[in-house]
């Protein structure tokens, strides 16, 4: 009836994660009761769970993104906490086989539900704003895109409780994958929580891509397009080229292991090298994926808080596609050491020390934005500014990696541990606080606090850097990366600087919390009145704070590369807004349930799966598809909003800015 | 099939009731039926569909490269094992191949008629395809099944897992096109020519002739280079 | 870039599947269709037949029947699919042309680097004989 699941499959016997997800289900229960005793409810679902607004599903992707990296640092906490206590003859806290679990979480929540729900809803909040337009280009598939990532997250972390997580580090190499190394449920977990979620990942993925490319406001041609768009197209191809390779690549791992194929087995001529290649086929491209959309927002940031164009924009656009191309032509560097011969390892080494050369090309520009402007010191640009410091230190030490020889003295070493946090904590979450803190008062309609900001910035930065700057150490001293166990005592003190750091960001983790906390507190003298709280130069920018529903209440024209600076400086020079449009009605798409409860469905099927509750699995799959139909066959799929009551929402928008207007140079 | 009648057809496709016209039209550019590469405004709906349902069989292909990649390393691991000189059998393959390419060209004739607003039409060419790809399952089902009896399964070499990966992937495939299929001949009947069932069977269109692509490679790849090597 | 050519631009587009807003193509409709499977069931029947006439150089049957099978699908994305070197559809064609370059670097770069593997060590297989 219930497959492999039984009793069994509680840890009673481990009281960290019993007490963990104790909890977790106390403080959800509470949110819960909460919601539903202030009776939030219809307002959660009416507005929020069934929205196919992409701003919406933006915060909600950010929200999601951000639970699930306080979720990745909390096995920060144990690992970093685990390691300081098992030197010499003390065995630390946490079990081998429990804290192979929680490396091999950690990477996946890091870089699955964390990094990439938190960059992918900026792109979905900011995307369409940027290019004048109301939405993206399919406003439902994206609501199914983001809950299928959500369920994708709710599996992995049903792990804690019911059974138990992949133990095969975040990406599960076979042979040690396949069920005769692996015989639990942990990489099955693994397997069908990022199937969901990839799906959910390509097909936002899809709709980007389309919308960037078939979607854009008159005037705005390819070369006028903002940077942050440039990057998330060139982000969003990277996803639509290399996840169907993912789930090529994890859908022949599940037939090994479920039917009995012999794709990555020792046996009947099967080959767990053609594992390492596939998934880093996918792997490589990923990484870029992930730092793209940082790139576009530090480019952002730079060109608005030194109230200068961003320079170099046509070799800014040169140099992303040349990435794009490139990233898939470097993945074997990630596995120099497996024995291939001088001339491919020669090959992948010279090509990912040239794929250096692009990113190169942005830091200049970066560089030579700020030359000359007039540089304003807000949290966005500390995060923008800290990024090149670190940025160039890690791409550093990818180039030297990148060297085969060397590789093959560094691989799998903590150095190379320290080498990609240093580009992904640099690249990607750096970017992705920027990006929280610049668009932060444009999606709620009020600022975040400055000094709660600086302090969580300063303690994040300072914290990484002693981290990983031991790690680097270490690294180079000989410590492998993964150990549950070190016997080496030279290590012992970078190890408790390693902590030391830890600790720093986990007050910095703290700080961004309370930032937040008294930000909302504070919300009436932080808000933002005018839209323009950063003198943007960008389209979003001419949006009142929060936008209304439909965004612009007419699309606006574009005349050249900076959109809204251009209509700026036009109003301020004439010293009047421009001509009142004429309002027509807007046609807006309803909302549905449709994504919500295909991922119910699909939680359950991937669930049944991984249990092999085959009943279940059918069930589901039915339900999923009944959901379709259902969807497919609805008459009414949209509303519409009447001229007037745009001019209405347009009227209050024109009103502030007149007020900026008259009050002089705009804020 | 006129140029013309293509022209009246895409307008019914892209005017009227429109879902999700998300402001087409009421923009500075005006005239949405001239837009394209972006820069007039955005594209038709029509447009933005087809364009999006494109990049996602791009995408589908990419997937398949996985496992044709994955065939290409494996092909020569029979493990001791009957390889595909001895297992594949070319005259199911050539009928296989021509049920599939019949019924590519049956949903084009389907197309012809739904440009031309003909709903009976339209339904017989789409069950025509139906059909033919229900025979080409049927076919390849019994081809499975005739090996898996010969004790050449997908577990008995790292060749035959490739194989059966590979070719029931494409399977899959044409089973979810003809699951797709069914349901849009019911929506076709009780709805009939919606402008967004328009935009579905041009999908529909794009993802069948996608499939018989991929199995011009997958005939070649796997059972005519198979069988010859 | 003028507003001339942007208005052109603008008017040429089509989606992909669709045929040509513009081009007046001569190979529209049923008759396209019929054109398009007469080229693929001769191309797909060459493919079946030639390598046992022995019209063909044994060592170049692969080589032939790769020719004859890239020449199919092109035959299939013109008659079938409507994707064409016309302006309407650019954005398609530069899709199609990224997704092909992925493949190829996916399969040929999987096949190269395995192969050197291959050369240089032994498999799995090889090693569990040697234990034997």
């Known amino acids: 009836m219930f497959g492999k699941l039984d009793w069994s499959a509680i840890p009673f016997d481990q009281p960290i994660p019993l007490i963990a997800a104790a909890a977790i289900g106390v403080i959800l229960a509470a949110v819960l009761g909460w919601i539903t005793v202030k009776g939030h409810w219809p307002y959660l679902w009416n507005e929020w769970i069934t929205s196919v607004d992409h701003k919406r599903i933006g915060v909600m992707y950010v929200m999601l993104g951000v639970v699930m990296l306080v979720r990745g640092f909390s096995d920060v906490m144990l690992m970093r906490t685990h390691q300081a206590a098992a030197f010499g003859a003390s065995q630390g806290y946490l079990p081998p086989e429990h804290y192979n679990q929680i490396f091999s979480a950690h990477g996946t929540i890091m870089i699955f539900f964390g990094s990439m729900p938190f960059i992918i809803g900026l792109m979905n909040f900011v995307v369409p704003l940027q290019l004048g337009v109301r939405d993206v280009a399919f406003p439902t598939l994206n609501s199914v895109s983001f809950w299928l990532t959500a369920s994708g997250a709710l599996l992995t972390n049903v792990s804690l409780v019911i059974g138990e997580f992949a133990r095969t580090g975040w990406l599960p190499y076979a042979p040690l994958s396949e069920t005769s190394y692996s015989p639990g449920v942990g990489v099955d977990y693994y397997l069908w929580a990022l199937q969901i979620a990839g799906v959910g990942t390509l097909m936002s993925g899809v709709n980007l891509v389309t919308t960037i490319l078939k979607m854009r406001a008159p005037g705005m041609g390819y070369l006028r397009m903002p940077m942050f768009c440039w990057t998330a197209l060139g982000s969003n191809m990277l996803i639509v080229a290399a996840f169907p390779i993912l789930t090529a690549t994890l859908a022949m791992l599940t037939l090994d292991r479920y039917l009995g194929f012999h794709f990555f087995t020792n046996e009947a001529g099967g080959n767990p090298m053609m594992f390492m290649n596939l998934i880093w086929a996918w792997g490589h491209p990923e990484v870029y994926i992930l730092v793209l959309p940082a790139f576009g927002i530090f480019s952002e940031v730079f060109s608005t808080f030194s109230s200068k164009p961003l320079f170099g924009y046509r070799s800014m656009v040169l140099a992303t596609l040349f990435i794009v191309v490139v990233s898939f032509t470097v993945w074997l560097h990630h596995f120099f050491t497996m024995g291939a011969g001088g001339d491919v390892n020669a090959f992948f080494g010279i090509s990912t020390s040239v794929i250096a050369v692009g990113t190169g090309v942005k830091v200049f520009n970066w560089l030579f934005t700020m030359y000359g402007g007039r540089v304003r010191f807000d949290t966005p640009m500390l995060w923008a500014l800290a990024f090149v410091l670190y940025f160039v230190v890690g791409g550093m030490t990818g180039v030297l990696l990148a060297v085969p020889p060397a590789d093959f003295l560094l691989h799998n070493s903590m150095f190379l541990v320290a080498h990609f946090h240093n580009v992904i904590v640099g690249g990607v979450i750096f970017g992705a606080m920027a990006g929280y803190e610049y668009w932060f008062p444009k999606a709620f309609g009020f600022r975040l606090d400055e000094g709660w900001g600086k302090l969580a910035f300063w303690l994040t930065v300072v914290g990484t850097v002693v981290v990983f700057g031991a790690f680097y150490i270490v690294g180079l001293e000989g410590m492998t990366r993964r150990l549950q166990h070190i016997d080496n005592l030279a290590w012992y003190d970078w190890i408790m600087v390693a902590l030391a750091g830890t600790l720093l960001i986990a007050g910095g983790v703290l700080a961004q919390i309370m930032q937040l906390v008294v930000s909302i507190r504070h919300r009436d003298r932080l808000r933002d009145e005018t839209g323009d709280p950063w003198d943007g130069r960008s389209l979003e920018w001419i949006t009142p704070s929060p936008p209304p529903v439909f965004n612009f209440p007419v699309l606006p024209d574009v005349h050249g590369e900076e959109a809204y600076w251009e209509i700026k400086q036009r109003a301020i020079e004439q010293q009047q807004l421009s001509e009142v449009p004429d309002y027509q009605p807007i046609e807006m798409p309803r909302n549905s349930p449709t994504g919500v409860i295909t991922a119910f469905f699909c939680t359950f099927v991937g669930f049944a799966l991984i249990w092999h509750i085959w009943w279940l699995a059918a069930l589901g799959l039915v339900g999923a598809y009944v959901t379709f139909v259902v969807f497919a066959w609805r008459d009414e799929v949209e509303f519409e909003i009447p001229a007037e009551e745009v001019e209405r929402i347009d009227r209050a928008r024109r009103e502030s800015r007149q007020v900026i207007l008259e009050r002089g140079a705009p804020a | ?229 | 870039m003028s507003d001339h050519k942007r208005l052109d631009g603008d008017r040429n587009d089509s989606a992909p599947g669709d045929e040509g807003v513009n081009t007046h193509e001569p190979l529209s409709g049923v008759k396209g269709y019929a054109i398009g499977l007469a080229l693929a069931s001769l191309l797909t029947a060459a493919a079946f037949i030639l390598p046992g006439t022995g019209l063909i150089w044994g060592p170049a049957i692969p080589a032939a029947l790769v020719v004859l099978a890239i020449a199919q699908m092109g035959i299939h994305l013109v008659f079938f699919l409507h994707i064409t070197t016309g302006s309407d559809n650019q954005n398609n064609v530069i899709a199609l042309a990224f997704g092909v370059l992925i493949v190829a670097l996916v399969v040929l770069g999987s096949v190269w680097i395995m192969n050197h593997l291959h050369h240089q060590l032994m498999t799995p297989a090889d090693m569990m004989r040697m234990m034997r």
């Open chain 2, 1 to 229: 099939m006129s140029g013309a009648t293509a022209q009246a057809g895409r307008q019914h496709g892209a005017r009227g009731h429109d879902p999700y016209a998300l402001g087409h039209g009421h923009g500075g550019g005006g005239d949405h039926e001239a837009t394209g590469h972006g820069e007039g405004g955005p594209a038709s709906k029509r447009i933005i569909t087809g364009y999006g349902f494109w990049i996602f069989l791009l995408s589908d292909i990419v997937m398949f490269s996985g496992f044709f990649a994955a065939y290409a390393v494996l092909a020569g691991e029979t493990a001791g094992g009957p390889g595909g000189r001895e297992l594949f059998e070319l005259p199911r393959v050539a009928i296989e191949t021509a049920l599939l390419l019949l019924s590519s060209f049956t949903c084009g004739l389907g197309s012809v008629a739904t440009e031309r607003r003909s709903v009976f039409w339209t339904q017989i060419w789409l069950l025509a395809t139906g059909l033919l790809g229900v025979a080409f399952l049927v076919l390849e089902v019994q081809e499975f099944v005739q090996m898996v009896a010969e004790g050449a399964g997908p577990q008995r070499s790292a060749f035959l897992s490739a194989f059966f990966a590979l070719v029931g992937c494409h399977g899959l495939h044409v089973g979810v096109g003809i699951l797709w299929l069914g349901t849009m001949m019911a929506q076709l009947w009780v709805k009939g020519f919606r402008a967004d069932i328009l935009r579905r069977l041009l999908c529909f269109n794009l993802f069948w002739h996608a499939l018989d692509i991929i199995w011009v490679a997958l005939f070649t790849i796997v059972y005519l280079l198979g069988s010859g090597a």
